[in-house]
Nanobody, 118 residues
């Protein structure tokens, strides 16, 4: 099995910054894609950003230019640097990974709360 453990959420004022981290552990052969989604009550889970093992990134338009996704392949860890945070960035940020073990499956973390408030 694979576990994803997030850290780094919290309360921040508009215009501030936060950095999220997510480490994957378990019987991992390779982590194909890692990234972040956001969940807001009453809305569907939405893509924030993903990054492949070769460093190819993909961002939702809402976060381009403000958020940066990166990963440390040696540590199976993905990061999300969030700058210029807005009130509407508030939500639960969930780590996501496509991991090869004996099979290839999608995994989700439990999420970390990010609250942007003045």
């Amino acid at each position: 099995q694979v576990q994803l453990v997030e850290s780094g959420g919290g309360l921040v004022q508009p215009g501030g910054s936060l950095r999220l981290s997510c480490a994957a552990s378990g019987s991992i052969v390779s982590v194909i894609v890692m990234g972040w989604y956001r969940q807001v009550p009453g809305k569907e889970r939405e893509l924030v950003a993903t990054v492949t093992g070769t460093g190819t990134t993909n961002y939702a338009d809402s976060f381009k230019g403000r958020f940066t996704v990166s990963r440390d392949n040696a540590k199976n860890t993905v990061y999300l640097q969030m700058n210029s945070l807005k009130l509407e960035d508030t939500g639960v940020y969930l780590c996501y990974a496509v991991v090869q073990t004996r099979t290839t499956q999608k995994y989700w973390g439990h999420g970390t709360q990010v609250t942007v408030s003045s």
